[in-house]
């Protein structure tokens, strides 16, 4: 069964080198909010191993706003570019 974390830093892999290739003007933004996402992460990790419940539930909120948004708003800039390149 594949980690979440894995499965994260694969996905933002492939995105970033996707923006890379197609010369996105916002990827260094991008991926800044990536970055963020994978040391929240890290954290809820360290925190649920130190049994610290009230902390890692604000954790998992967190995480859960920040990938709706992200989802909705960067991506979807993102996808937009995409569609605005000639021959993608
Ligand atoms: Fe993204
Ligand atoms: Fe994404």
Redesign the pocket.
């Given at each position: 069964m594949i980690k979440l974390e894995d499965y994260t830093k694969y996905h933002?892999d492939m995105?970033e080198e996707l923006q890379d290739a197609n010369k996105y003007p916002e990827i260094i933004q991008?991926k800044i909010?990536?970055q963020e996402f994978i040391d929240k992460l890290t954290s809820l990790k360290r925190d649920s191993k130190k049994d610290n419940l009230l902390l890692s539930l604000k954790t998992v909120d967190y995480l859960k706003d920040w990938t709706i948004n992200?989802i909705l708003e960067?991506?979807k800039d993102?996808g937009e570019y995409l569609r605005n390149i000639e021959g993608f």
């Open positions: 933002f995105e991008h909010e990536h992200h960067s991506d993102f």
